[in-house]
């Protein structure tokens, strides 16, 4: 393992920054994303990378353009989208060159990795605490829309790691997609040695 490269990468709403640490002897890559309000130093996400480190994974963990430009406040779904892309683009033809990649990212990085998994051909997608079900108005009548389309349209395999108290719903085990419960909430903070077990154990099966 390398010590972390911090990488400038242009992108249409401007430029994103990913943080990048290189396995030795890597087999795959990984790119994740940030939440909507959080950064790269989220504990799930150093937890992720640790996990993925540990069993011939390269990572980079992708600042959002908003974030790089000091903006608390996340840009809408389609810039996210389209950064990403680009990000992913960027990384795949440069220091993941040759690299098969999966692509993830805890709450909303991981709605914009499941969005757009076949546009930059991830074999895999990993989730950190998807938000399933959005907050709802107090004026709201009826049950909840949930972004379960969002998870349903992933055509390679799917980890999802949820809190079991996670205030924004539990997602389904699917044909490609397996849910890993963990104590803890939205934060995913109270058993990060559950998460890297699950993120290895996933990683590990994970065919190129």
């Given at each position: 393992m390398t010590a972390a490269t911090i990488l400038d990468l242009d992108t249409p709403h401007g430029p994103a920054r990913a943080h990048v640490t290189h396995a030795d002897e890597a087999r795959l890559a990984l790119i994740l994303g940030h939440g909507a309000g959080g950064g790269v130093q989220a504990p799930d996400l150093q937890a992720a990378q640790q996990a993925a480190l540990s069993t011939g994974v390269s990572v980079a963990?992708?600042?959002?353009?908003?974030?790089?430009?000091?903006?608390?406040?996340?840009?809408?779904?389609?810039?996210?989208?389209?950064?990403?892309?680009?990000?992913?683009?960027?990384?795949t033809a440069g220091p993941f060159d040759g690299l098969a990649h999966v692509a993830g990212g805890r709450s909303s990085g991981a709605r914009v990795a499941c969005r757009t998994a076949a546009a930059t051909g991830a074999i895999g997608v990993l989730c950190l605490a998807f938000p399933l079900v959005p907050?709802?108005?107090?004026?709201?009548?009826?049950?909840?829309?949930t972004r379960q389309d969002e998870l349903d349209a992933v055509g390679v395999p799917v980890l999802v790691v949820q809190g079991e108290n996670d205030r924004f719903g539990m997602p389904e085990n699917g044909a490609n997609r397996t849910v890993v419960r963990l104590h803890g909430d939205h934060r995913l903070a109270s058993d990060r040695d559950g998460l890297r077990t699950a993120v290895k154990g996933w990683l590990t099966g994970l065919k190129a």
């Open positions: 963990l992708v600042e959002q353009p908003y974030r790089v430009a000091g903006r608390r406040s996340a840009a809408p779904a389609h810039q996210l989208d389209a950064a990403w892309i680009a990000v992913v683009e960027r990384l907050p709802q108005r107090k004026t709201a009548t009826g049950p909840p829309k």
